[in-house]
């Protein structure tokens, strides 16, 4: 069964910094699509950021320049470097994975909370 794990989150002051990791089991990451979702209270999950096979970045614009997504292929792993944190970025996050024609496989999410 294919599993992806997130860890990393927690409570961090405004300002500050966390690094998520995903780990999957029983696929190979690196040919795969991999994104960072979040979704906040009474509010539909976005993308956040996102890495294809080929190491194509894209970020949405609420976090560009403080954010930074990155992979590790030998550790079948994607990391989301999260830095100058605000409170609006408190959600659960949650790792995907996605490749063509197939349903994407998602972690079960992070809590990430930015006090002010």
């Known amino acids: 069964q294919v599993q992806l794990v997130e860890s990393g989150g927690g409570l961090v002051q405004a300002g500050g910094s966390l690094r998520l990791s995903c780990t999957a089991s029983?696929?190979?990451?690196?040919?795969?699509?991999k994104g960072w979702y979040r979704q906040a209270p009474g509010k539909q999950r976005e993308l956040v950021a996102s890495?294809?096979?080929?190491?194509?970045?894209n970020y949405a614009d609420s976090v560009k320049g403080r954010f930074t997504i990155s992979g590790d292929n030998a550790k079948n792993t994607v990391y989301l470097q999260m830095n100058s944190l605000k409170p609006e970025d408190t959600a659960v996050y949650y790792c995907?994975?996605?490749?063509?024609?197939?349903?994407?496989?998602w972690g079960q999410g992070t809590q990430v909370t930015v006090s002010s």
């Open positions: 995907n994975a996605y490749i063509f024609s197939r349903d994407p496989y």
């Open positions: 029983r696929i190979t990451f690196s040919i795969y699509t």
């Open positions: 890495i294809t096979s080929g190491g194509r970045i």
